[in-house]
């Protein structure tokens, strides 16, 4: 079968359509993502005009801690066009670094967002107390469940999937780009989240 | 193959695997393809089986159930008496498994995997890994939703529609139901990424999407209405969760009422209706998602079956664009009756009204197609030929029901069941079957055998509308939709006797599929062997051996033309293959 043809444009983008088959892959996985968070937002709005009082964010939630977290994600949004950038500048080195503080600062994001949530608990503020309490839980706890599973990607990516370098740097290239287009949309959902459940 | 990539140039798959990873564990989308099918046509008869069960208790309420009856635990059929607990599961878990476990993966993971690649000239599906991943999604979310009728208090019952608050309050069932949806509509979004990733970037050279045959134009607009419509389901799914397990209140009202007391330990708050919003956003478009793979497949089986080009290709192609469209912003109108207001009400009437336009399109380029062909009618064409008229009848009994003041008494009825059935069942599954004829011998290469198909295909035929005619009357009658006991209401009973018409219509509709699993078996092992092209179709998967080797292709196919060049004038043959390069 010598004459059969391997799957194309995997590491080559397409000619007309100009991607690779992966990254054409995130974004139709991101444009899913955009209807779920997209359906949330959709009953959060609908749950809370349909109540006569809803609370203020900034009046029950902790604002300061939510900015740094805001801070920490945009940051490691940073790092990660770093750790790509240095796989064009072709310095695996650096790449480590990059993608080493992407991860780390993914978990501190979750370290905050762990002592937010064990505060709240003390003052028995659970998902059940109200819809406002069930909305911040809810939403912020799937947006961690991404955190956590970019994280568990990048990390995937610094130990084990890097060995592809050495074979086929372009698709390595590709695949950061890719995870790093997902790391970005997670970093994108907590930037309505913030100023949604915190600020208005 | 540490980086995920399938290379056949070094690695003939054929010979090398073993076994678990050829069949069981496989990243081929032929045999991945084979897998959704059979796990597709086995939930079909097992949903089939749950409504059968159901056809008693309506046809003979509380009578015992001979013989079978006590096969069942006391807990459900006490005495063979079929219990409204069990009633109430049977019907929320018919539909669920008919549409995600049945139709769903027959049609998108079955035919799409094993035919979409081929039609368009690729060695596999884009994501080899990803693809058998979800099919092990499916699977798995199909053993949750069959396991979950053995769990305390049995399997969900609130209907396939899962209303809240009803839904929230239900026994440990519906969660059940709820985690399997999960792996459902994940295994469907991982399937939808790569059907649109393979065919926007893996046709052949030369196949521009102005040549697509017309199954990839609707598996691919399929693709589309199942990445982006099931995420907020996935989203009701999560605030169903949680109203259930960390008992928040997204779709509890303030002040419910269950059984005649206040229902206490909750915060209130929640809008029932939020869930009907969420969950119709989804079903609406899942509507299309089971219909346009069928009508993709009996364009097929209808272009080559009439021996001439399919009538108003392009027409065909962008009513289903625009179909696909809209079909994202009609949702509401199964929400007529819940209070949202007179101006939503007209604005869902009005888009309904505007949808049935290019459903009216499509059907009437294929029925034009049939103008004057030379038709064959062969088994596969019986059941394409059949589509038309069963699909013509659901649409136009759809009509009435989005129309605002005609839904207000057809809501809820026998009617609405009538109306869907016909679409889906001698509609959509007709189809499934047709290209069941149509590709099994690409997929064998062997021909499935004609007498049997026939004596398959006319009782299903005659059946089908022995059974859902009769529910279109007693829907005008007013007989709702959920009754356990028809006999408890006044204006329901004169319709009695069509409910017993009806149920021995269903049973002898599963005696007419004998013929079809004899067949489908017998003809594995000694169907007539055929060549690699038996209808003589254009097409590319009939220019692959039968069956197609791992990599499809002996040689990469180029595309020369369009999809149905049948009867081309001055031609030496009536058909004139796609990736034929000399002038015929």
Redo the contacts between chains.
């Keep these: ?10 590491s080559h983008p ?1 000619p007309v ?1 100009g991607v690779t ?2 990254k ?2 995130v974004w ?2 991101l ?3 955009v ?6 937002f ?2 959060y709005i ?2 809370r005009t ?2 006569p009082d809803w609370p203020r964010g900034h009046e029950v939630l902790n604002v300061p801690l939510a900015t740094l977290n805001t801070m920490i994600l945009i940051t490691s949004s940073v790092t990660m066009v770093m750790a790509w950038a240095s796989l064009e500048l072709k310095s695996l080195s650096k790449f480590r670094l990059h993608m080493a503080l992407t991860v780390l600062l993914g978990l501190a994001f979750l370290v905050v967002k762990a002592f937010e949530y064990g505060h709240k608990f003390e003052h028995h503020h ?6 406002f309490y ?1 909305t911040y ?2 939403l912020t706890g ?1 947006h961690g469940l991404h955190v956590v599973g970019g994280i568990v990607v990048n990390t995937y990516f610094l130990l084990f999937g890097i ?2 370098w050495d ?2 740097p372009e ?1 390595f290239t590709g695949r950061i780009e890719a995870s790093g287009l997902y790391w970005h949309f997670v970093d994108l959902v907590w930037i309505f989240l913030f100023p949604v459940l915190y600020l208005l | 193959m ?2 995920g ?5 070094t690695h ?1 798959y054929s010979h090398e695997l073993p076994f678990w990873r050829k069949y069981i564990f496989s990243t081929d989308h032929k045999m991945i393809g084979i897998q959704y099918a059979l796990t597709g046509l086995i939930f079909l008869l097992f949903g089939f089986g749950l409504m059968m069960l159901m056809r008693w208790q309506l046809a003979y309420p509380g009578q015992p159930l001979p013989g079978i009856g006590t096969w069942f635990s006391e807990n459900v059929m006490p005495g063979g008496i079929m219990l409204p607990e069990f009633y109430n599961q049977l019907g929320a878990m018919h539909g669920t498994i008919m549409v995600f476990l049945g139709v769903v993966p027959l049609a998108v993971g079955g035919f799409g995997n094993f035919v979409l690649p081929l039609q368009i000239g ?3 599906m ?3 890994k ?1 693809n058998m991943v979800s099919y092990w999604f499916l699977l798995t979310g199909g053993v949750i939703m069959f396991a979950s009728f053995f769990v305390p208090g049995g399997a969900a019952q609130s209907g396939w529609t899962s209303y809240a608050p009803l839904s929230v309050i239900a026994s440990s069932g519906q969660t059940w139901w709820l985690v399997g949806m999960t792996f459902l509509i994940n295994s469907s ?1 991982l399937g ?3 059907f ?2 393979t065919t ?3 046709r052949a050279d030369g196949l521009s999407f102005n040549r697509l045959p017309f199954f990839v134009w609707a598996q691919f607009v399929t693709s589309f209405l199942l ?6 389901l ?3 799914g ?2 169903q969760l ?1 109203d259930r397990v ?5 779709f509890m009202p303030t002040g419910l009422v269950v059984s005649g007391q206040l229902l206490e330990g ?2 209130g ?3 029932a209706v ?1 869930w009907q ?2 969950f119709w ?1 989804l079903a609406h478009p899942e509507v299309y998602v089971l219909i346009l793979p069928a009508m993709g497949i009996v364009a097929e089986v209808i272009a080559c079956n009439t021996r001439k080009p399919l009538y108003g290709y392009k027409a065909l192609v962008g009513s289903t664009i625009f179909l696909g469209f809209m079909s994202f912003i009609v949702w509401a109108h199964h929400m007529y009756l819940t209070g949202m207001g007179q101006n939503l009400s007209a604005f869902f009437q009005v888009t309904t009204m505007i949808i049935s336009i290019p459903s009216i399109i499509i059907l009437t380029t294929l029925i034009l197609s049939l103008w004057g062909g030379a038709i064959r009618f062969t088994v596969p064409m019986l059941f394409a030929l059949a589509f038309l008229p069963m699909f013509g009848i659901g649409g136009l009994t759809g009509l009435p029901l989005g129309l605002n003041a005609a839904d207000i008494h057809l809501h809820d009825t026998y009617y609405v069941i009538g109306h869907f059935h016909y679409v889906v069942a001698p509609g959509t599954i007709f189809a499934l079957f047709a290209g069941i004829y149509h590709w099994f011998p690409k997929a064998t290469g062997r021909k499935m055998n004609d007498f049997l198909g026939r004596l398959h295909f006319w009782p299903s035929f005659v059946l089908m509308n022995c059974i859902f005619m009769p529910m279109l009357i007693q829907g005008l009658a007013g007989v709702s939709r959920r009754l356990y006991d028809p006999m408890q209401y006044a204006h329901a009973q004169p319709t009695q006797p069509l409910n017993v018409f009806i149920s021995i219509s269903a049973w002898c509709l599963a005696l007419a599929q004998i013929p079809f699993i004899i067949n489908f078996f017998w003809s594995l092992f000694a169907g007539k062997k055929v060549d690699q092209n038996p209808w003589e179709a254009t097409t590319l998967e009939w220019t692959a051996p039968s069956p197609p ?8 196919p180029t595309v020369y033309r369009g999809p149905y060049e049948y009867s081309t004038p001055n031609a030496k043959k009536d058909f004139w293959p796609q990736s034929m390069k000399e002038t015929n």
């Design positions: 079968m010598s004459d059969t043809a391997a799957i194309r444009y995997i397409h359509t088959n992966s054409l892959g139709c996985f444009a899913s993502e209807m779920l968070f997209g359906g949330l959709s009953a609908m749950l349909g109540v659970f998902p059940a107390t109200s819809n069930a839980f809810t799937l060995k592809m074979k086929d698709q | 540490d980086d990539t399938i290379d056949p140039m003939d690729a060695p596999d884009a994501f080899p990803l979004l939808s990424v790569n649109i990733v926007a970037q893996l990445l982006l419509a099931f995420p907020p996935m989203a009701a999560i605030l949680m960390a008992h928040t209140s997204f909750i915060s708050g929640g809008n939020l919003h969420l956003f080797p791992h990599g499809n292709f002996a040689q990469v």
